[in-house]
């Protein structure tokens, strides 16, 4: 877990924001509003399981976190697989729990997982906490990061590469 934060709410709309940035041309901050008007909304019906509350039934509202991340424009070249094979996404809940996606999970040419950056579970709007992360293809829910604050988009070192820090 890292430093819990909370979360920023856009002064005019009163709706959470968080911020992508990492390996990207433009490091963005964007309010649940925005989601929802910007990008086509997709539904989701998913069940999760808790290891502590048991399954879980949830409809999600929102964007393919592919093409919310798509507006930062990555530092790969978006023509070359293997180049974005090597990207990973780290995304950050206000309470410190964060998790980690490859970016070949989401890409429509590999994993093609519709994973959503929801702005709505069930009746509830997510302006009020943040954003989701709701990744349908998992079977439990520790990856279903909510109250969103930061996704980092980047690559890790080459393996063989000696670290110099
Ligand atoms: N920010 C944040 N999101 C989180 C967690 C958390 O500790 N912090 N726990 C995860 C776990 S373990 C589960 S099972 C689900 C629970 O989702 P629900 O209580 O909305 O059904 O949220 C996930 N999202
Ligand atoms: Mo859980």
């Known amino acids: 877990m890292s430093r819990p934060s909370a979360p920023v709410h856009d002064p005019h709309t009163g709706s959470a924001t968080f911020t992508l940035r990492g390996e990207v041309t433009n ?4 309010s649940v509003d925005d989601l929802r008007r910007d990008w086509t909304e997709h539904r989701t019906d ?5 290891a502590t509350a048991g399954p879980q039934h949830h409809t999600f509202h929102g964007p393919l976190l592919r093409e919310v991340v798509g507006r930062t424009r990555p530092a790969f070249d978006p023509a070359r ?9 780290a995304v950050q809940g206000g309470d410190g729990h964060h998790t ?14 519709p994973v959503l950056l929801a702005t709505r579970m069930d009746d509830q709007e997510l302006d009020a906490t943040g954003p989701q992360l709701v990744v349908p293809s998992d079977r439990c829910g520790a990856r279903y990061v909510g109250a969103v604050t930061d996704i980092w988009i980047g690559t890790c070192r080459a393996p063989g590469t000696a670290s110099t820090e």
């Open 27 to 30: 490091s963005v901050t964007l």
């Open 46 to 50: 998913v069940v999760f399981d808790c």
């Open 81 to 89: 697989r293997k180049e974005r094979s090597r990207f990973l996404l």
């Open 100 to 113: 980690v996606l490859s970016w070949a999970e989401i890409d429509a040419d590999f994993g093609d997982a």
